[in-house]
T-cell receptor, first 116, second 117 residues
Framework: EAGVAQSPRYKIIEKRQSVAFWCNPISGHATLYWYQQILGQGPKLLIQFQNNGVVDDSQLPKDRFSAERLKGVDSTLKIQPAKLEDSAVYLC??????????????FGEGSRLTVL | AQKVTQAQTEISVVEKEDVTLDCVYETRDTTYYLFWYKQPPSGELVFLIRRNSFDEQNEISGRYSWNFQKSTSSFNFTITASQVVDSAVYFCALMFNYGGATNKLIFGTGTLLAVQP
């Protein structure tokens, strides 16, 4: 079974530029998550989708971050304009259903963003 | 408040030593779930275990064991006879109901375990 795919793995941009990250979850997984992991910290949930609807985006900085999952499958996370503090690893995860009954979230390898 | 605390930032042991990673959580919910994840240098988070708040039985899986104590709000993780391949960052996480059918998973800050040969 293929895992969660993310691209690009690495991206370096200058502040005020824009960047987009792509995630393809495990086939059949209805729930998709984007987490931000700053160096030395635990992952922080940015947004959670159930199919193509948003169920939690309370920690997404909506003035600069946006995310979509138009067909309920793959997803894109965009940052525009980027700030220095956005330097982090952006992790995508998926699970068959929302909630703990699934047992676990399956994570991708992440996209590492460096903002200069 | 919903919170996970991993007080140990870094631990270094020599191969074959036993090591315990501490996790303390805070939640106002009576139903919640606790997780441990491993993050090797490659970056992906690997699921290790899930426990629900009604099951305080300790669990053993090979060299790994977990001790869940609601009285102290702790969910500690022990690796017996550590190996170099165990070197990674380990995260404890708490899942709770956020409203309706939405559950939220929050992580601690992680413990970096270095196993020296």
């Amino acid at each position: 079974e293929a895992g969660v795919a993310q691209s690009p793995r690495y991206k370096i941009i200058e502040k005020r530029q824009s960047v987009a990250f792509w995630c393809n979850p495990i086939s059949g997984h209805a729930t998709l998550y984007w987490y931000q992991q700053i160096l030395g910290q635990g992952p922080k949930l940015l947004i959670q989708f159930q199919n193509n609807g948003v169920v939690d985006d309370s920690q997404l900085p909506k003035d600069r971050f946006s995310a979509e999952r138009l067909k309920g499958v793959d997803s894109t996370l965009k940052i525009q304009p980027a700030k220095l503090e956005d330097s982090a690893v952006y992790l995508c995860a998926s699970s068959p259903r929302p909630g703990p009954s699934t047992g676990e979230l399956f994570f991708g390898e992440g996209s590492r963003l460096t903002v200069l | 408040a919903q919170k996970v605390t991993q007080a140990q930032t870094e631990i270094s042991v020599v191969e074959k030593e036993d090591v315990t990673l501490d996790c303390v959580y805070e939640t106002r919910d009576t139903t919640y779930y606790l997780f441990w994840y491993k993050q090797p240098p490659s970056g992906e988070l690997v699921f290790l275990i899930r426990r629900n708040s009604f099951d305080e039985q300790n669990e053993i899986s090979g060299r790994y064991s977990w001790n869940f104590q609601k009285s102290t709000s702790s969910f500690n993780f022990t690796i017996t006879a550590s190996q170099v391949v165990d070197s990674a960052v380990y995260f404890c996480a708490l899942m709770f109901n956020y409203g309706g059918a939405t559950n939220k998973l929050i992580f601690g800050t992680g413990t970096l375990l270095a196993v020296q040969p």
